[in-house]
C-alpha cells in the first residue's frame, strides 16, 4: 500500500509537471512539427528495389510477424543491432561479419558483447528468404535498415518508409574503432551530445533516437555505477531500490528492462521515466537534466505523435550514415562473412527510376 502511494504521488506530480510544461512547449511541438524530410544520399533511392525485388518488404515483414510473436523482446534486438551497425564505420552490415585472421570482428568489442546472437540469426534468416525470392541483390545492410524498421513499428512505434540501396562492407572496424564510436550507458549528456554530432545528429536527433530505450534490456553492467557504491541522486529513490533486488552487488550480471511502464510497447513512456527520475543509465537521465536537451525530451513526453515523427526522421537520416552505393562493397551472399575473392555471381540490375544500376559481387 506504502509502495502504491508513492507511485500515485510521483504519477500526480508528473500530471502537474506535464501540464505546465505543456503551455511553454505548446509553440516547441508545432513548430518541430513542421521540419523537413532529411536529404537521401547519392545512389539510395525510396524504390530502389521496386521492380527487381517488389516483394522485399512484405517479405521481411512477414517472417518477422512470427518471430515476434514468438518473443516480442527481438524487436529491440534488432533496432538496437542497425544502431550499433551505422555508428561505427557507416551502414554498411558490418557489424554482421565474424572475425577473421585480421583480427577480432565487431561484434568482439566491449559494447557489442551484448548484442543477442538470435538478432544475428534473424538477419542471416531475411537473407536466406530475401534471396530465395529475388536472388543476390539485397545488401544485408538493407535488410538490417528493413529489420529495425519493422521492428520499430510491429512493438507499437511508427511505420516510416526509408531509403534503400546500400552495399555491403568488405571489412570490418577494428575494436578501438569499434569502442570510440558506440555511445557508453555512462556518457553524460555533453558527451552524448558531441558524439552524435560527429554523425551530424541533433540534439533533437539525439533525445529521439535515445527514445529507442523505451524498448529492450539491459544487462546490470549499464547501471551499477548509478547503484554502487552510493545511490545516484538523480535516480528516483523506489526505482534504486527495486534495482537493487535484481542488481544486488557491483559484481552482477542479471539484466533489467530499459522502459519500467511498459518495456515491450514502442511508445514516449521512456520520457516520462525520464521526468520521474526513473531513466536507467546516467546517459537517459542526464537528457531530462541538461537544460539543452529538457525542453526536447518534456515535449516528446507531452506528444508522442511528435516523437514517433522525430524519431523517423532521425532514424532515416542515421540510416544513411557513411552508406556504400553503386559499385562500392558488395553484395554479400552470407551476412556474416565476405564473398570469397573467387565468388562471381554475375551481374544484376536493379531498374529504378529509369536507369539501370550494376550490382555487382565481388
Not at 181 to 192: E, G
Not at 347 to 355: F, H, P, T
Amino acid at each position: 500500500m506504502k509502495k502504491s502511494m508513492m507511485w500515485g504521488s510521483l504519477q500526480m506530480l508528473m500530471t502537474v509537471v506535464i501540464f505546465l510544461a505543456g503551455h511553454q512547449l505548446h509553440s516547441l511541438s508545432a513548430a518541430a512539427a513542421m521540419a523537413a524530410d532529411p536529404p537521401v544520399v547519392a545512389g539510395l533511392s525510396w524504390s530502389y528495389y521496386e521492380s527487381a525485388c517488389p516483394k522485399l518488404e512484405s517479405i521481411i515483414r512477414k517472417h518477422l510477424k512470427k518471430v515476434f510473436k514468438q518473443d516480442i523482446t527481438l524487436a529491440a534486438s534488432l533496432l538496437r543491432l542497425h544502431f550499433h551497425d551505422c555508428f561505427v564505420q557507416g551502414c554498411d552490415g558490418s557489424v554482421l561479419l565474424d572475425g577473421s585472421a585480421s583480427g577480432p570482428s565487431e561484434q568482439e568489442a566491449p559494447p557489442n558483447l551484448s548484442l543477442r546472437a538470435e538478432g544475428f540469426n534473424i538477419i542471416n534468416d531475411l537473407r536466406a528468404l530475401v534471396q530465395d525470392e529475388c536472388g543476390q541483390i539485397v545488401s544485408c545492410a538493407d535488410i538490417t535498415a528493413l529489420a529495425a524498421r519493422d521492428a520499430v513499428y510491429m512493438s507499437g512505434g511508427p511505420d516510416y518508409d526509408i531509403p534503400l540501396g546500400r552495399r555491403d562492407g568488405l571489412t570490418f572496424a577494428t575494436q578501438a574503432a569499434t569502442v570510440a564510436n558506440i555511445p557508453s550507458p555512462f556518457n553524460n549528456t555533453n558527451v552524448t551530445l558531441s558524439q552524435f554530432a560527429t554523425k551530424n545528429l541533433d540534439a533533437t536527433d539525439t533525445v529521439a533516437l535515445s527514445g529507442a530505450h523505451t524498448i529492450g534490456r539491459s544487462h546490470c553492467f549499464g547501471v551499477l555505477p548509478r547503484l554502487f557504491p552510493t545511490q545516484d541522486p538523480t535516480m528516483d529513490k523506489t526505482l534504486a531500490n527495486d534495482l537493487k533486488l535484481i542488481c544486488p552487488n557491483s559484481n552482477s550480471t542479471n539484466i533489467t528492462v530499459m522502459d519500467l511502464r511498459t518495456p515491450n510497447k514502442f511508445d514516449n513512456k521512456y520520457y516520462i521515466n525520464l521526468m520521474n527520475r526513473q531513466g536507467l543509465f546516467t546517459s537517459d537521465q542526464d537528457l531530462y537534466m541538461d537544460k539543452r536537451t529538457k525542453d526536447i525530451v518534456i515535449s516528446f513526453a507531452l506528444d508522442q505523435a511528435l516523437f514517433f515523427e522525430k524519431f523517423a526522421l532521425a532514424m532515416i537520416k542515421m540510416g544513411q550514415l557513411s552508406v556504400l552505393t553503386g559499385v562500392q562493397g558488395e553484395i554479400r551472399a552470407n551476412c556474416s562473412a565476405r564473398n570469397s575473392d573467387s565468388f562471381t555471381a554475375g551481374l544484376g540490375s536493379v531498374v529504378e527510376g529509369g536507369q539501370e544500376q550494376e550490382n555487382l559481387a565481388y
